[in-house]
């Protein structure tokens, strides 16, 4: 099969797509309310289509006037390669904290734009050693960087904040 090291990258990409597979799962079991919104003009009952129970399992909040309302992005699993070959693999949790529903639906609509944006600043950033402290990963650049990225996509004024929901480091 290979080096014990490339055993264990196997297993630890495994480990990581289980994790992302059973948080995709809670989400789905905890559905929002059936009902509309209490807040005023915004509906958020269920419309049947495949995109609306997917939209609806990835966002939360907003319920009450003046909530935040939460886009989870999916899992994003990042190898840290340098000059001298991979150093690690770090897995991130993102969440992004949009103004109202409407910029959750611009997120939708844009997250292919959006993934590539956060892909090539947090892999260039991480590789290159600008988004870390060491071999530790500096979270507050991670933030800066990652709400920079996505406000470039979807308006910086439709983001509110960048949240990170879990992190990961693991060395090779």
Do not use: C, W
């Not at 966002?59 to 935040?68: M, N």
């Amino acid at each position: 099969m290979g080096s014990p090291a490339k055993r264990f990258l196997i297993l630890a990409m495994l480990l990581a797509v289980f994790v992302a597979v059973e948080t995709r799962t809670a989400r789905a079991e905890d559905p929002p309310p059936a009902s509309a919104s209490p807040v005023a003009g915004v509906d958020t009952s269920k419309s049947g289509s495949k995109d609306a129970d997917k939209k609806d399992q990835d966002v939360s909040g907003g319920h009450f006037a003046g909530d935040p309302v939460y886009v989870h992005l999916a899992p994003m699993i990042l190898p840290v390669i340098t000059d001298t070959g991979a150093e690690q693999i770090v897995t991130l949790q993102i969440a992004i904290e949009v103004k109202d529903f409407d910029a959750a639906d611009s997120v939708h609509t844009n997250m292919p734009r959006v993934m590539d944006a956060l892909m090539r600043v947090l892999y260039g950033g991480l590789g290159n050693g600008n988004l870390r402290n060491g071999q530790l990963v500096d979270v507050d650049k991670i933030k800066t960087s990652a709400t920079s990225a996505v406000g470039e996509v979807i308006g910086a004024d439709n983001i509110r904040n960048v949240l990170i929901e879990a992190i990961a480091q693991r060395r090779l």
